[in-house]
Antibody
C-alpha cells in the first residue's frame, strides 16, 4: 500500500522555525515528485511546495517563497519542509502528497493524513 | 501568476442530476488541469488529471474536458457520495501548481 506519513507539526510561536518530515513507503520513492499542500479547515487547499524525483526541480508558492525550504533524501525515502519565520497565517494542516507522474510533475494522487501546524503567541 | 476561477461557487442538486462545473484560467494552460474532490475532515482526492484522464478507481460518472483557458468537470447521475467540494488545479508552469477556489455541490 502506498503511504505517506507526516510528522513534525505542533504549536509554535510566531517568528520561530519548524521542520516537517514525510516518510513514503509502498512505492518507488525516487521515481516521483513530492509536494506539500496545506489547508485551513473550511478553506480550499493551497499548494505550498514541490520537489522533483531527483531534487533538481523545486517550486514554492509566492506566499512562502524565501521562508520555506523543501528537500528530499531518496536513501531514506523522506521529504522535509523547513519553515522559518513562522507567521500566524502558516497555521494549517500540512499534507505530504505524492505526484502521480513518474519522473515528471503531473497531479497529486496520494495524500498523507497530514500534520497540524498552529502558530500562536 | 495564473489566476483561476470556478463557477458556480456552489450548486444545489439532487441525486440523479448531471452537474457541470467550470474552471477558467487567466492564461493558456494547455491541457494541464486536474480536478479534486474534497470532503470535510479528509484530504482531497484526485479525480481527473490532464483535463480528461480518469484517475484509477474513480467512477466513470466523472468526466473532464477543455483546453487552453476553459475546462469543465461533469458529474453524471449524481450519487449521495458526490456531495462535496470540487477544486480544479493547473500546473502549466510546473513545478508551480495552483488550486482554484472551489465549487460546493450540496443537496437541493
Amino acid at each position: 500500500e502506498v503511504q505517506l506519513v507526516e510528522s513534525g507539526g505542533g504549536l509554535e510561536r510566531p517568528g520561530t522555525s519548524l521542520r516537517l518530515s514525510c516518510a513514503g513507503s509502498g512505492f518507488i520513492f525516487d521515481d516521483y515528485a513530492i509536494h506539500w499542500v496545506r489547508q485551513v479547515a473550511g478553506k480550499g487547499p493551497e499548494w505550498v511546495s514541490g520537489i522533483s524525483w531527483n531534487g533538481a526541480k523545486i517550486g514554492y508558492a509566492d506566499s512562502v517563497k524565501g521562508r520555506f525550504t523543501i528537500s528530499r533524501d531518496n536513501r531514506r525515502n523522506t521529504v522535509s519542509l523547513q519553515i522559518n519565520s513562522l507567521k500566524k497565517e502558516d497555521s494549517a494542516m500540512y499534507y505530504c502528497v505524492k505526484d502521480g507522474g513518474k519522473y515528471e510533475f503531473e497531479s497529486m494522487d496520494v495524500w498523507g493524513k497530514g500534520t497540524t501546524v498552529t502558530v500562536s503567541s | 501568476d495564473i489566476k483561476m476561477t470556478q463557477s458556480p461557487s456552489s450548486v444545489s442538486a439532487s441525486v440523479g442530476d448531471r452537474v457541470t462545473i467550470t474552471c477558467q484560467t487567466s492564461q493558456d494552460v494547455r491541457k494541464f488541469v486536474n480536478w479534486y474532490q474534497h470532503k470535510s475532515g479528509g484530504a482531497p482526492k484526485l479525480l481527473i488529471y490532464d483535463t480528461s484522464n480518469l484517475q484509477r478507481g474513480v467512477s466513470s460518472r466523472f468526466s473532464g474536458s477543455g483546453s487552453g483557458t476553459y475546462f469543465t468537470l461533469t458529474i453524471n447521475n449524481l450519487r449521495p457520495e458526490d456531495f462535496a467540494t470540487y477544486y480544479c488545479q493547473q500546473y502549466n508552469q510546473a513545478p508551480l501548481f495552483t488550486f482554484g477556489p472551489g465549487t460546493t455541490v450540496d443537496v437541493k
